[in-house]
Structure formats: structure tokens, C-alpha cells
């Protein structure tokens, strides 16, 4: 459930968040300035983590490193645990430990979200391979 904020913005703000609004297909300026500012609480509480827009739609994800429901699939794919989870992630994704555990930290706090791209992500995958295998068929 929504409630109503009166929120007075710099002139210049407000002009740069309309412009961004005709720039993004669908949005309003209530909806942007929501989703933007959440983004912004969530990397506040979660230093290391951004968002970026991708085929799936907006996402977290570590700054220059991979989106964080890879690292999290990840950790649960491997046998490791603990901190040598984290340091075969680092290695296998190319980034220090430390980030890899700022990617948990933020699925703790984010759970049903991540675990929801991991299964977009899964479903993607599966009809993906059996196109695969349908061509295989055809061309065989």
C-alpha cells in the first residue's frame, strides 16, 4: 500500500527526474522518484551493490562485478560453506571475497526478490535449452 508524501525538490532535480520520465517509456514522476529513491536506501544500507537495467528488467547487482542473484545461485550450487564458499566464489566470478559477502548481506535482507530472478533466471535457461534441443531434432 501506497501513502501520499509531499516532497518539495530542487527546481534543477525536479526538471533532470521529468526529463528521465519522457526517457523511460511508461514511468511517472511519482513511480521513478519511488523506485530511485529505494534504490538509493538499498545502496546506502548495502554499500558495493547498484542496479542496472538488463533483458530481465532492473536489478542488483555489484558494481563492475556480476548481478547478485549469479553470486547467490552460485553459493548455492557449490559444496563449499563458510568463508571457503565465499573465497570459491570470489575466484570462479573474478571478485575479492569481501564483495561476495556484500552480495549476501543483501540477499539477507532481499530474499523472496533474488530468489524470484533465480528462478526467472532457471525458467530462461530451461526454455532456452529445449529450443536447443528441438533444433538438434529438426537438423539431425
Do not use: N
Amino acid at each position: 500500500m501506497t501513502s501520499p508524501l509531499s516532497i518539495r525538490f530542487d527546481a534543477a532535480l525536479l526538471a533532470r527526474l521529468r526529463r528521465r520520465v519522457h526517457a523511460t517509456p511508461g514511468s511517472t514522476t511519482s513511480a521513478l522518484a519511488q523506485r530511485l529513491i529505494d534504490e538509493g536506501l538499498r545502496m546506502s544500507d548495502h554499500p558495493g551493490v547498484i542496479f542496472k537495467d538488463g533483458p530481465s528488467g532492473r536489478r542488483a547487482a555489484l558494481a563492475y562485478g556480476p548481478d547478485i542473484w549469479e553470486i547467490v545461485k552460485f553459493l548455492r550450487e557449490i559444496d563449499g560453506c563458510g568463508p571457503a564458499a565465499l573465497d570459491a566464489a570470489a575466484e570462479v566470478l573474478a571478485v575479492d571475497a569481501s564483495r561476495i559477502a556484500t552480495a549476501v548481506s543483501y540477499y539477507t535482507s532481499y530474499p523472496d526478490e533474488i530468489d524470484a530472478e533465480i528462478t526467472d533466471a532457471d525458467e530462461v535457461s530451461a526454455r532456452a535449452e529445449e529450443a536447443w534441443r528441438i533444433q538438434r531434432r529438426l537438423i539431425a
